[in-house]
């Protein structure tokens, strides 16, 4: 077992926020009256890190990309089973779309508001992501709950997909990701 810092599961925003995007998840959440619950960790950044955010609020992570064209001009929000391969060529032809690229973290900051590691479906309540698609995979769109960083990488959020959704305002494109679960 590691030495993984995880805090008991709260509700409520934090006391401070480190972020722009950060205020914006927690007072969207507060002023629609959305339930969630919220941990505080170290740094979730890789697979075993999401483990022990698992563990914490008996739910699965998932994990959020922001992708690019070449041009960078267009944008897809993908959310994806934490522990599933990502393969650009078949996110791509599931899409009927040409090849994309991970968005770098200038562009994230542009975008979602969120450096790498934090991105997050929330990152679309933005103006600046307004334009972005937003996908998800059919069985992480499936589940009652998910569990998605709230704009920083020390903090996760469990939110019922239809209540994402709903503040959100916006119904992601669904598709299936036919890569094996990677089991720890």
Known sequence: MSDFYTSEIMQGAPVQFKNDTQRLIYESLESNGIPFTRIESDPGVSMD???????????????????????????????????????????????????????????????????????????LLRESARDVVFVMDKDVAARQKIVITDGDPCGFIAIANTDLFTLLQRQPILIDNPAPINNP
């Open 49 to 123: 890190d999401c483990l022990n955010i698992d563990r914490a609020f008996g739910i699965e992570t998932v994990k959020t990309i922001l992708l690019t064209n070449r041009q960078k001009n267009k944008f897809w929000l993908y959310v994806t089973h934490a522990r599933k391969a990502f393969i650009t060529k078949e996110f791509g032809a599931s899409l009927q779309i040409p090849r994309v690229s991970f968005a770098d973290e200038p562009l994230m900051i542009e975008i979602l508001g969120t450096s790498h590691g934090a991105a997050t479906p929330f990152g």
